[in-house]
């Protein structure tokens, strides 16, 4: 099992910047990915970051270069470094951690941390 707690959201006004962490617990050795999905209101949740095992990135087109995601080995904590923020990435931004299995990958989510950027 692993537990996510996200933390770092908060009010901040266009162009500012916000770092969200997202602190693992369990079996955090097994976890192959980690992510940061976003969901605004009416629109679909989104992959806005994701890391892999071998620290490969992917971004959404719509953050990349603005945003950057990183791990902490030492502190089982994922970060998502967000500048430049504009008020298009209002939304609950919630940590997604993949846990390798028998049957498969596992999915374990955090519980979301609401982003508000507005002037």
């Known amino acids: 099992q692993v537990q996510l707690v996200e933390s770092g959201g908060g009010l901040v006004q266009p162009g500012g910047s916000l770092r969200l962490s997202c602190a693992a617990s369990g079996s955090v050795n097994s976890v192959i990915a980690m992510g940061w999905y976003r969901q605004a209101p009416g629109k679909q949740r989104e992959l806005v970051a994701s890391i892999g095992v071998g620290s490969s990135t992917v971004y959404a087109d719509s953050v990349r270069g603005r945003f950057t995601i990183s791990r902490d080995n030492a502190k089982n904590t994922a970060y998502l470094q967000m500048n430049s923020l504009k008020p298009e990435d209002t939304a609950v931004y919630s940590c997604?951690?993949?846990?390798?299995?028998?049957?498969?990958?596992?999915?374990?989510w955090g519980q979301g941390t609401q982003v508000t950027v507005s002037s």
């Open positions: 997604n951690a993949r846990r390798a299995s028998m049957d498969g990958p596992i999915n374990y």
